[in-house]
């Protein structure tokens, strides 16, 4: 395989997609958006609410004396920094890779803009990892860019009323370790949708199979069903790292260099 064509298969892609605004727009614009303002939200209720919060879903912070508030305070801003927007933030590779891949792949479709691709002397591996990479790689990076500044948020906010820095903790790093995985499964799914939809927006629903688990994380969390603690996530990216090779395998196996084509 001639990674060099594979490359250059990637950054067409890639222009493609940043040259329209709506749909690197949202893709950038909504994850910023939350990753200042919920830190935010979850600041001010740790301060005027996280005592009598931490109590009810903290077993430790409930046995804790009345004196003790400020930690209370910090325990709820830990267990809401990790155990909820962590989650919630997790969705962010999922989309972009999603939305990036049925762009590059049913978008191809769509637009009818295949056939001088499919001309070019590249194989179907160097087809499919370029298009792989110019899904993979943007939301790998806009997922570490946006969990570093939800993270400083975070810290900043903490460290000036509650003098402690909150994040990065063992769990929030593993659980930023999973986002590559999350990103492979989420564009292997839609490798294995594009060769039997017609357009883009059928393509990117396939992105709900693995969202969906993910936004159920911090209320079983928050209810005891499951701890997010670091054993929890070593779990979950061994269980990723198995099904990303089987969802990659038979995306391969389902490729046709002709399904584009529509």
């Known amino acids: 395989m001639n990674f060099a064509k594979a490359r250059a298969i990637g950054v067409k892609d890639l222009k493609e997609v940043f040259s329209s605004i709506s749909i690197y727009g949202p893709m950038i614009g909504v994850p910023l958006f939350f990753a200042v303002t919920l830190p935010l939200l979850t600041f001010y209720v740790a301060l005027y609410a996280g005592p009598g919060l931490a109590s009810r879903i903290l077993p430790f912070a409930s046995a804790a004396p009345g004196a003790a508030n400020n930690l209370k305070s910090v325990a709820f801003m830990i267990f809401f920094s990790v155990n909820v927007l962590g989650p919630i933030f997790l969705t962010m590779p999922i989309f972009t890779a999603s939305v990036i891949a049925a762009d590059s792949f049913?978008?191809?479709?769509?637009?009818?803009?295949?056939?001088?691709?499919?001309?070019?002397?590249?194989?179907?591996?160097?087809?499919?990892?370029?298009?792989?990479?110019?899904?993979?790689?943007?939301?790998?990076?806009?997922?570490?860019?946006?969990?570093g500044i939800y993270g400083g948020v975070v810290n900043y906010l903490a460290a000036g009323t509650f003098h402690t820095y909150i994040l990065p903790n063992t769990t929030w790093l593993l659980m930023l370790l999973s986002a590559p995985f999350?990103?492979?499964?989420?564009?292997?799914?839609?490798?294995?949708?594009?060769?039997?939809?017609?357009?883009?927006?059928?393509?990117?629903?396939?992105?709900?199979?693995?969202?969906?688990?993910?936004?159920?994380?911090?209320?079983?969390?928050?209810?005891?069903?499951?701890?997010?603690?670091?054993?929890?996530?070593?779990?979950?990216?061994?269980?990723?790292?198995?099904?990303?090779?089987?969802?990659?395998?038979?995306?391969?196996?389902?490729f046709r260099r002709e399904s584009i084509l529509g």
Do not use: C, N
């Open 106 to 147: 049913a978008g191809e479709k769509e637009r009818k803009t295949s056939e001088a691709l499919l001309a070019t002397p590249v194989t179907k591996s160097e087809l499919m990892v370029g298009k792989m990479l110019a899904s993979f790689l943007p939301a790998v990076f806009l997922t570490i860019a946006i969990f």
């Open 182 to 254: 999350f990103s492979i499964a989420a564009i292997g799914m839609v490798v294995i949708v594009s060769s039997h939809v017609k357009g883009i927006k059928e393509a990117q629903q396939i992105s709900t199979l693995l969202v969906l688990p993910i936004l159920v994380l911090p209320f079983a969390s928050i209810i005891g069903i499951v701890s997010l603690d670091p054993l929890f996530f070593v779990y979950v990216i061994m269980g990723l790292t198995i099904a990303d090779a089987l969802i990659v395998y038979f995306g391969i196996r389902s």
